[in-house]
């Protein structure tokens, strides 16, 4: 059984552009946001209604959290027994990031003992095996994905959103611009910084 989004809180981890759009759509919807980054963008914010919490008051808080934050040694199984367990019960969450911001045999006993009340995954730690050729005539052979779709609370999509026209023409575009920008010595605008604070 799902919850009404209006009064809620949604806890948006990682502010790029993706989760800032997001940020604006749950705001629609009457949600509270907040948000964690290791980068925190003031101005966006302000815009957007939202706040930076520590991640500690992040997890705590949220009845709805979505992890937007590009796979690095920080990151890695951010999401974890010990994430889940300091979490509300019967949080959702979300991951359209990389699937290894989640431990997935961790995720499974949160959603076994009802803590994690819903799961979207867009994203999972071992999909290139699964996700991107047609295997409905196959058997998965991966025992945790499996267990994972057992449950009626999950939903697993391909990560696929990319696979337009109109977004691989802009991959290209910004690749092209990003790589200008390198060998001009100019700053890069998408520049990931990995490590600092």
Do not use: C
Request: charged share 25%.
């Amino acid at each position: 059984m799902g919850f009404d989004m209006h009064g809620k809180t949604a806890g948006i981890i990682g502010t790029g552009k993706i989760a800032l759009i997001l940020i604006r759509i749950l705001r629609g919807f009457g949600m509270e946001v907040i948000a964690y980054d290791i980068y925190p963008n003031r101005q966006a914010a302000a815009e957007a209604s939202f706040r930076y919490v520590p991640l500690e008051e992040l997890y705590a808080r949220s009845d709805v959290i979505s992890l937007h934050v590009p796979l690095t040694p920080q990151t890695r199984y951010m999401i974890d027994r010990q994430s889940i367990a300091r979490m509300k019960d019967n949080v959702m969450l979300i991951n359209t990031g990389r699937g290894q911001l989640i431990h997935t045999n961790d995720l499974i006993e949160g959603l076994k003992s009802k803590k994690v009340g819903s799961a979207g995954l867009d994203v999972y730690e071992e999909e290139e095996e699964y996700f991107y050729e047609d295997r409905s005539d196959s058997i998965i052979d991966d025992d945790v994905l499996a267990r994972l779709l057992s449950f009626n609370n999950v939903i697993v999509t391909s990560h696929q959103g990319f696979f337009t026209v109109e977004a691989l023409r802009n991959i290209a575009q910004t690749t092209l611009q990003n790589a200008a920008a390198f060998a001009a010595g100019m700053p890069l605008e998408n520049e990931v910084k990995w490590g600092q604070n």
